[in-house]
Nanobody, 126 residues
Framework: QVELVESGGGAVQAGDSLELSCAAS????????LAWFRQAPGKEREFVAG????????YYPDSVKGRFTISRDNAKNTVYLQMNSLKPEDTAVYYC???????????????????WGQGTQVTVSS
């Protein structure tokens, strides 16, 4: 049984930093593309970062590029999202996701991902 468990969310001020973690079990972590999404109230789930199974490629939308960094530790079966210079518009529930199909390009659409964590709330106040 695949399980993804996020942690590290919280309430911070604008300009602060947070690091989210997602511990995975039940899958072959080292051959899995991984991603972080977020969903704010009343909005669709949004891709915020993806990392290839090899760790060699990462992807970000313009809204977070230069502020967020995704990384992975295959020895710990954990993916991280370092978030710097947080803004109030970053407020959302953040989810990690895993794609059971190993592809050379990391998908950016939520529908492609097979496994999801329960989410962790990030609240940024101005």
């Amino acid at each position: 049984q695949v399980e993804l468990v996020e942690s590290g969310g919280g309430a911070v001020q604008a300009g602060d930093s947070l690091e989210l973690s997602c511990a995975a079990s039940g899958l072959t972590f080292r051959t899995t593309n991984l991603a972080w999404f977020r969903q704010a109230p009343g909005k669709e789930r949004e891709f915020v970062a993806g990392i290839s199974w090899s760790g060699g490629r990462s992807y970000y939308p313009d809204s977070v590029k230069g502020r967020f960094t995704i990384s992975r530790d295959n020895a710990k079966n954990t993916v991280y999202l370092q978030m710097n210079s947080l803004k109030p518009e970053d407020t959302a529930v953040y989810y990690c996701a895993a794609d059971r199909v190993r592809t050379p390009v990391v998908p950016i659409t939520a529908e492609t991902y097979d496994y999801w964590g329960q989410g962790t709330q990030v609240t940024v106040s101005s």
